[in-house]
């Protein structure tokens, strides 16, 4: 079983940067990648970034893209999430998950993920 932890997050204003951490535990052999996925008040859960577990050929969505970068420290067993240039619509609690049995690279289905953490809280004032 694994178990995902997210620390990080908290308030920041607007065009600044801040660093998500998430620490991976358990038996990973059976997954392939990580993801980060938000989730806003009233909205469904929408991906933000995954990578393989060997670190190569992350991934972003598009709100992302250029802003957001994704990596995983293998030695640490944790996945970082590095937010640059934060937006207002970037308030959300963000998630780490692991894929699951039905995952493709690059999926960014949340239902290709699972074991979720339980979240880190994320909130953009300006």
């Known amino acids: 079983q694994v178990q995902l932890e997210e620390s990080g997050g908290g308030l920041v204003q607007a065009g600044d940067s801040t660093r998500l951490s998430c620490v991976v535990s358990?038996?990973?052999?059976?997954?392939?990648?990580i993801g980060w996925f938000r989730q806003a008040p009233g909205k469904e859960r929408e991906f933000v970034a995954a990578v393989p577990l060997n670190g190569r050929d992350p991934y972003y969505g598009d709100s992302v893209k250029g802003r957001f970068t994704i990596a995983f420290d293998n030695a640490k067993n944790t996945v970082y999430l590095q937010m640059n240039s934060l937006k207002l619509e970037d308030t959300a609690v963000y998630y780490c998950?692991?894929?699951?049995?039905?995952?493709?690279?690059?999926?960014?289905?949340?239902?290709?993920?699972?074991?979720w953490g339980q979240g880190t809280q994320v909130t953009v004032s300006s």
């Open positions: 998950g692991v894929s699951g049995q039905s995952y493709y690279y690059p999926s960014r289905k949340a239902f290709d993920f699972g074991s």
């Open positions: 358990g038996r990973t052999y059976t997954s392939h990648g």
